[in-house]
């Protein structure tokens, strides 16, 4: 079996190294993250004001390091930190 990164809905984040050895998971926000990978720079106002609307938890976070993006094979991909107590919330 060949292991395959992808960022399809419902698949787990590949895992990556930061620049600070900490792997990206351990990084990630309560709730969701935008990833803005490779030094990727987006207006992240509009997917604020949405979250807040829905009163769930949205968090931006900038990995500049270039593989991560060939990694993920995407500049922009949203995440969530998924465990039992996060899977029993509804926003």
Same mark, same amino acid.
């Not at 060949?2 to 419902?10: F, N, Q, R, S």
């Not at 949405?50 to 949205?58: G, N, Q, R, V, Y």
């Not at 593989?67 to 509804?90: D, F, I, M, N």
């Given at each position: 079996? =060949?292991?395959?990164?992808? $960022?399809?809905?419902?698949?787990?984040?590949?895992?990556?190294?930061?620049? =600070? +050895?900490?792997?990206?998971q =351990?990084?990630?926000?309560?709730?969701?993250?935008?990833?803005?990978?490779?030094?990727?720079? $987006?207006?992240?106002?509009?997917?604020?004001?949405? #979250?807040?609307?829905?009163?769930?938890? #949205?968090?931006?976070?900038? &990995? +500049? =390091?270039?593989?991560?993006?060939? $990694?993920?094979? &995407?500049a922009?991909?949203?995440?969530?930190?998924? +465990?039992?107590?996060?899977?029993?919330? $509804? #926003?």
């Amino acid at each position: 079996m =060949d292991y395959v990164p992808t $960022t399809w809905p419902g698949a787990r984040l590949p895992h990556a190294w930061l620049d =600070d +050895s900490t792997a990206l998971q =351990d990084r990630l926000g309560d709730g969701y993250t935008l990833l803005c990978l490779g030094g990727t720079r $987006t207006e992240t106002a509009p997917l604020e004001r949405a #979250f807040a609307a829905l009163k769930a938890p #949205f968090s931006a976070m900038t &990995v +500049s =390091d270039p593989r991560h993006a060939y $990694t993920y094979r &995407v500049a922009l991909t949203l995440g969530r930190l998924w +465990s039992r107590e996060t899977a029993a919330t $509804t #926003f």
